[in-house]
């Protein structure tokens, strides 16, 4: 007796997959790189608010979890997972050259 899965069942199978697949990688841009993007947007802030270095950095802290929360929410609002991509690096690459600049590294 050969067990053999129907056409239509085997596109199901991939499909099934093919979504899986998505939302893994939908995850890993949320919390790789939601993690890379809140860790910059930190220490901008950090940086950039006009108050006490004590205060900037605690209020940074503070909006780093509202930061974070919305990086979540673009990652699967968004169709494309391309695009999760490319707005979360080159946001990060943007954010990395302003701290540069505040920072003189450059």
Do not use: N
């Amino acid at each position: 007796m050969d067990f053999q899965l129907s056409p239509w069942l085997i596109k199901l199978r991939i499909a099934s997959s093919h979504y899986r697949a998505l939302v893994v990688y939908r995850f890993i841009a949320a919390i790789v790189g939601g993690y890379l993007l809140t860790a910059l947007s930190t220490a901008v802030l950090g940086v950039a608010l006009p108050l006490q270095p004590s205060d900037a950095v605690l209020l940074a802290v503070s909006l780093s979890i509202l930061i974070y929360a919305c990086i979540f929410i673009y990652a699967f609002s968004v169709r494309s997972v391309a695009k999760v991509w490319i707005t979360i690096l080159l946001t990060s690459a943007a954010l990395t050259a302003l701290l540069a600049f505040m920072e003189e590294w450059l």
